[in-house]
C-alpha cells in the first residue's frame, strides 16, 4: 500500500514563507505525477500545482503563479512545495497526492490515487 506524508505546515505572517515536503513509498515503480491541493474551511478542495514526471513539466494554480514554486526528486518519489509571499487567503490545509497513470490530467482530483493526511497552513495578517 502506497502512503503519502507531508510535512512543514504552520503558522506565518503575510509576507513570510514555508516549505512543504511530501514523500510517497509503498511502489516499486515511480508515481506519474505528484500534486498539491488545499482545502480551506468551508470550500470544496482545490487544485495548487503539479508535477509531471513523465513530460517534467509543472502546472500552478492562477492564485498561486509566482508565488509558489513545486520541485521535487523523481528517484525518492518526493516532491516540495515553496511558499512565497504568503496571503491570508492561502490559509488551508494542504494534501499531497500521487498518480500511478499514464495519462494522468494533473490538475483534475479524480486523477490520483493516493492522498496525504494533510498539513495546515495558517497565514495571518
Known amino acids: 500500500q502506497v502512503q503519502v506524508v507531508e510535512s512543514g505546515g504552520g503558522l506565518v505572517q503575510a509576507g513570510g514563507s514555508l516549505r512543504l515536503s511530501c514523500a510517497a513509498s509503498g511502489r516499486t515503480f515511480s508515481p506519474y505525477a505528484m500534486g498539491w491541493f488545499r482545502q480551506a474551511p468551508g470550500k470544496a478542495r482545490e487544485f495548487v500545482t503539479a508535477i509531471n514526471w513523465s513530460s517534467g513539466g509543472t502546472v500552478y494554480a492562477d492564485s498561486v503563479k509566482g508565488r509558489f514554486t513545486i520541485s521535487g526528486d523523481n528517484a525518492k518519489n518526493t516532491v516540495y512545495l515553496q511558499m512565497n509571499s504568503l496571503k491570508p487567503e492561502d490559509t488551508a490545509v494542504y494534501y499531497c497526492?500521487?498518480?500511478?497513470?499514464?495519462?494522468?490530467?494533473?490538475?483534475?482530483?479524480?486523477?490520483?490515487?493516493?492522498w496525504g493526511q494533510g498539513t495546515q497552513v495558517t497565514v495571518s495578517s
Open positions: 497526492a500521487a498518480s500511478y497513470r499514464r495519462w494522468v490530467v494533473v490538475t483534475r482530483l479524480g486523477e490520483y490515487d493516493y
